[in-house]
Each structure stands twice: as C-alpha cells, then as structure tokens.
C-alpha cells in the first residue's frame, strides 16, 4: 500500500464504462417529452378558444374558415413547440453545468470534470469542502471527515480511515452503511469538512446510497417564484372579468339580434382577445433565455429569483484574491536574518541572477511546509521559484516522505510538514501567518514589534507576507514503523514521537516570504461603473490592512484610510458595527466566519447585499446574503450549492456585468409586459363595442388568430432580445418592493391601448357611417390595428429613447416580426382567396395612407412624452 501509484483509469476506459453504465447521476424530474410539451400548449386557453370557434364555424358551414382557424392552431403550436424545446435544452445544459464538479485521476493525471461522468473504477481526489460525487473507497488518506447527515441525520463529521490491505473493498462497499467513525467507505453527496483523500469508485448513479433514496427526491416540486405569483394573480384576476364580460357579450347578441350562434362566436371572440395568456409564457421565456445569457456570460443562475433581485443590489462584498486579482501568485520578496540585520531581496529586480546561498534555507522550508503536489496558489509559487532556483542544489526533496501535515486551523493560521529522508531522519517545516510563526518560535515582544516592522514595510508594496519556521530534528523512525504505515501520508498514531499540536515542536525562525497576486485589468472600470450605477463595493480580505490598501488604491476603491480587521469585529458591539459599516469598504485580516457578521450588519442598514465566496465556512454568509455568488473556479461545492450564482471565470467583472444584464432583463420583462397588457386593450375594445353599438363584428377569431401571429413572438423573443438602456448603469438601484406591474407600468400600458383603441373606433366609425361597406370599414380597421400594434412594438423598445434613435439599436428578431407582420397583411389585403376568408375588400393606396398615418398618430403623444420627460422631468426609468 505504501507504493501504490495512483495512476487511475485510462480514457478510453473511462468512456467505455460511461457507456456501459451512463452517466452518474438520478433521473432528472423535469424533462418534458415532445408529446408532454404538446399536450401541456393545447391546454392553453387561447388553443381551445380556437378550437371552439372552428367548430362553431363548422356548425355554420363555413368549411374554410373552420380549417383556417384549425391551421392557424397548429402553425402557433408549432412555434410555441419550437421555443419550448429551446428552454429544455437551455435550462438541460444549465442543469449539466450546475452538477457538482469531480477532481478524477485519469491516465496519471489529475482533471477536473463534470460530476456526472464518474464511472466506477475512478479514482476521485477528496478534499476539504468537495462534495463526494459517488459512492467510493479510501485508498488513502489524511485527517479526512466527513458530514453524512444529508444520509445518517448525524450532527458531527465521521472520521474516514484507508482501507487495510486484507480487506476486500468490493465486499466494504456492499456490506457497510453510512455512519459512525473509522470506516472506509465515502458515499455520494455528503461533504468533506476536513482532510484529503484518494478513493476508488464503487458505485455511481441510482446505485449509490443517494440513488436509492432519489425517489423520494423526485416527489419535491420548486416553489413559485414571486414574479410567477404576480403575474398568476393578475392572469386570474383578468381571467375572471374577461368571462364575465364575454358572457355579458352573448347575452346581450343573443336577445338584440336572435341569433346566439354568432352570438357565441363574438363572446369566444372577446374571450381570445382579453384573455392574457401571453404574460405567463413571456414570464417562462424571460427567465430561461436570461439565465442562458447569464450563461454566456461565463455566470450560472441556480435560482431564477435572482433575477429581479439584481437589479435592487446596493452593496458588493467581494474577496480579494482571485476576484479582484489574478490567483496567480509569484514571489516577489525573501527576507531572512544574517547576524542581527535583516536581509531583504527582491527577486523581480534580480530575475536572472542566481539566488544568495542565505536564502536558500527560507525557499527549502517553505517547500518543506507545503504539499509536494499543490493546489494553494502560494504554494505553487514556492515549488516554481524552488525548480527555477535551487534545482541543482541539496535543498529540495523530491525523494523525502511526508509523515504527517498539521492543518491550518483558525485558532493558529498556520501548517507543518513532518518529513522523513531516505535515512529514517524527521524533519519538520512551518509556514503561515506571521504573527502565527512567531507564535510557535516563542518570540519575545521585542522580536515581534521588530518583525512587525518587516511585515509593514513588505504589505505596503502589496504583498501577501507568509512566515516559515524550521523545527528541531526530532530523530530517526524505525522501520518497521515505515513499512506498517498505510499509505503514502499516512497518519503515524503509532509513533509517540510526532506530538498531537504543532505548539509541542520547538521552531527556528527562517524568515519571510513576500508574494505578490496582480490586479485583474478588467476590476478598476467595473469599480468605477459600480459607482456610477449607485452601487457600493466593499472587499474583504485575510490580508494585512495595508495590503488591502494598495489593492485598494490600485483598483479605485474609496475610502482609503477607512478599515476594519477581523480583530475589531470580534470586539465592537451590534451598534458600533452598524456606524462604522456605513462608511468603510476595506476589511482586513477577516477569517470566513466574520463574513457573517458583514453581511447581517450591512443588511441591518436597509442594504441590498451580493456577497461572494468559496470556502465552505463562506456558505452561511452565501445563504444570509440576499444574493450570494460562488466562485466556480477555486470554489468548494458547498460554496456553490449555497450560492445564487456561479461565476464560472473568478472575476469581478462578471459579477458586474451580471448586475447590468439583470436590470437589462428586469427592464425588457417590464416592456414586454406593459406591451402586452396594451395591445389587448384595442382588441378587446373592437371586439365589444361593435356588440354594443350595434354596428357588424370588426375582429372575428380568425383576425384575431393573425394578430397573435405578431404578438407571441414580439411580446417574447422581440422585447427579450432588446440591448440595454443607455443609462442602465448610471442609475440608482431598483427598489426590490418595486413590483413588475407598478401602477406606473399599468398606466402607460392602458394609455397606449386606449390612445390605439380611439383611433380604430374613429376609423372605424367614419368609414362605417359613410357608406362604405363592413368589409371596407373592417378592412380599413384591421390594417389601422396592425400598423398600431407594430408602432407600439417599436416605442415599447425603450421608454427613454424615441423610435429613431431606437432604429440604430441592432435587434434582428425585431426585423423579423415586422417584416413577417407586413408580409402576411399583404397578402390577406391583396391576395383573393385570403381577402375573402378575412372578410376584406380591396383597399387603395390613400386607404393604406390612412392606416398608416392613423396607426403613427395612435402613440405619437408616447413619443413626445419621452422627450418632455428627458428635457425637463429627467425622469430614471
């Protein structure tokens, strides 16, 4: 056990057992069929409205138009058909995205890969924070715990142990349960809370301990999001007034001209043109289509209310490293004790010169302090300026054993490596903190005030200062120890001589280590347009708080002087915290817990808070922050699972630009949703007042079958695709009890149907009354109602900008509409067979001027209203 080599499955065996086995993972719950999808677009209201008035055409005889309203069915279906299968295969490939990611070793190589394409015989790599992705054996491992409660309901983490080499793992794996400590085994789902490890796969998908509870699972349905509510109270409302009004409609046909087959006919007429069927799919297409952009945009939504909630953030908490900067960490510094000065040295400005003999010693052991294959992007640093340094030298280790690792741990900040040589000798190496490495050298307060002096002087210039420690020679290990050892770090309970803490060593000071982690390009302007956007950033950092300050200074952050430390928080009471979280936006030396304490603080102060984060103690601030954001990159899944979003490249940029694509989304939904309440208010209107004047129907099903030709794809992909307002970011935050339909909203939206509706009652009522036939008169108005309807599609683009200067904006399924919607009155005005199952006749060029200026002057005063407003109100919409 001790040589094992770890070298894992080949690919090509990798994908045949994916093959043969599939992919690990449980029957998704929400995947629809095409027949389901079918099934579930006929129920609408609008289909069997439709298919009702075919059938009462029937009734009548009309062979044609009842074939037509049927085709006008099927060709809808077909569209809605279309869009839908697209959010199943978006809201599929979110679902594969969103599945917890698995660290495999394949062909002698660690990757990183989807959870789901484990296959048993794996080996995965475990760590702390990593959510295990399927049921396994340990093969090796080091202080590994983990928290089963999502399988046993206990409250503490197990420890794990390697498995022993007379035992059988595939008989462990079928004979042992979940829970208690010291066993083997690991099991799809739960939580490494400490440790690593290495084990072999045994089971995948619906054959792991999750798997056979997955049904149970599978009976949990998504809770209505507050938006969805909204719009099926407003749906319901209307519903209920549209059904009272069409059965006034029938009535009132019925008895004033005995003839209740035509009288049902124009109420299920009225019913198709109030009913607001389209609000719920513009609702459903809204959100799927913004959460794929968000994918684009490198950003994954796990929860779909986090897309009105966007726009209403106020504050941005973000970490340090990896956001703000590169994660990609380089040594810049050395310092170390010759005699009793210091000696500092700066290995940028000495790039090609050979490393001074005296510093070779502080590079060996903080090697020695670290993993030999590390993740830590300081740790990586130290094993690159060692192979560019002191590779021809004695003091790197490549042959040396590592015994035993103490964990970092929040009551000291810092680890240490026992090693054994080839000779059986222990060494021992620390690093960490400063003031942590000087805790386990003893230093006297003069000592410390001195090399807080060095720290100062090296976190001024923005470095990450690290310690290293050299501990005594401890002897030698006896061999039979060795070779009873299970594993390659194995944990020696055995030996009397590795002490229980890391304090029980005596250490050596070395000296210290200045890295350095540079500013993302893409951080400042995002800054800055924060601030323009009205929105606060505040970073959070384990640094030094003069490190936080340079960062600061480099990325435009203010206030400057301003800063909090780990160390303060824990001491200030409830009150002071919320005075001075007011004005400072730096705080330093911050452990993951305190993050909490931030965010409650901030949101005690009546502020909208994003918080990012990756560890697994980040998650209890991910969950209080009212939308926490995950790092995808270095993030543990925990972190993941906890958050909103997902930022799949670990850059502040894209929290920004998720921001901005938020409001932008909140905007078009508002848009689309004022456009299509005001377009029934015309329908509606010229389906009812005809009923009450006494004058012919002006709209029958099918016209109004053709206008939802129009508005379904307009009310959805048109207004969807709309690019952002100009001034989206130089406005304050949303106020998140802003809702969709505010009575700002409701009111432009009526004004604009009823200004449409007034202008088709004119037209109508002239031609009528002038002795122009119904067909005329009827001709006339439904051109006027299609050139209105596609006015109000081009004003509802923006409620700041006039249609011109909306003209220069690209939106290509715009052009489409408009062209599909001009193309198909042409060809109902012009061509016979089509006019005559319109009910038209033929209209001349003044006829077509008419409608055209008619349907301008319809929202004209929309026009005038935006630039009243941008001139002397400067209104933020």
Known sequence: MQNRQFNGLSSQEAGDRLKQHGYNELPSTQHRTFLRIALDIIQEPIFLLLIACGVIYLFLGDAQEALILLGFVFFIIGINLYQEQKTERSLEALRDLSSPRALVIRDGERQRIAGREVVQGDLIVVEEGDRVPADAILLWSTHLTIDESLLTGESVPVRKRTIQLEEDPEKLSATLRPGGDDLPTVYSGTLAVQGQGIAQVQATGIHTEMGKIGKALQTVEPEDTVLQKETRRIVGKLTMIALAICAAVVVIYGLTRADWLH?????????????????????????????????????????IPVVETLGSVTVLCVDKTGTLTLNQMAVKQLLVYSGSNAYLYDVTLHEREPLPEVLHPLIEFGILASRKDPFDPMEKALQQIGWDYLAKTEHLHSDWQLLREYPLSTDLLAMSCVWESLTGELTVAA????????????????????????????????????????????????????????????????????????????????????????????????????????????????????????????????????????????????SELRDRIQSTNIFARVVPEQKLLIVNALKRSGEIVAMTGDGVNDAPALKSAHIGIAMGERGTDVARESADLVLLKDDFSSIVESVKLGRRIFDNLKKGMAYTLAVHVPIAGMSLIPVMFGWPLVLLPIHIAFLHLIIDPACTVV????????????????????????????????????????????????AYNNGNSEFDARALAFTTLIISNLAMILTNRSWSRTIPEMLQAPNQALWWVIGGGLLFLGLVLYVPLLRHLFSFSFLHTDDLLVSLVSGVVSIFWFEGLKLWNRRHLNIQK
């Open 263 to 303: 009288g049902f006919l124009a109420g299920l007429a009225l019913a198709m043109a109030i009913l607001p069927n389209e609000i719920p799919v513009v609702l459903a297409i809204f959100l799927a289509l913004g959460a794929w952009r968000f994918s684009q945009k490198q950003v994954l939504t796990r929860r």
């Open 431 to 574: 690093k960490g903190a400063p003031e942590a490495i000087a805790d386990l050298c003893h230093f006297s307060p003069i000592q410390q005030q001195e090399l807080a002096e060095q720290i100062q002087s090296m976190a001024r210039e923005g470095l990450r200062v690290l310690g290293v420690a050299q501990g005594r020679k401890i002897g030698t290990l006896p061999k039979t120890h060795a070779l009873e050892s299970s594993g390659p770090l194995a944990y020696l309970e055995s030996d009397d001589r590795l002490p229980v803490q890391q304090h029980d060593f005596e250490f050596e000071f070395v000296g210290l280590i200045g890295l350095e982690d540079p500013v993302r390009p893409t951080v400042a302007p995002a800054i800055s347009e924060c601030y323009g956007a009205g929105i606060r950033v505040v970073m959070i950092t384990g640094d030094y708080p003069v490190t936080a300050q340079n960062i600061a200074r480099q990325i435009g952050l203010r206030p400057l002087d301003k800063v909090i430390t780990g160390r303060e928080l824990e001491q200030m009471g409830e």
């Open 719 to 766: 207004f969807e695709a709309e690019p952002a307002e100009s001034d989206i970011m130089r406005r304050p935050p949303r106020n998140p009890k802003e809702p969709l339909f505010s009575r700002r909203t409701l009111r432009l939206a009526l004004l604009q149907g009823t200004s449409v509706l007034v202008v088709l009652v004119i037209v109508f009522a002239i």
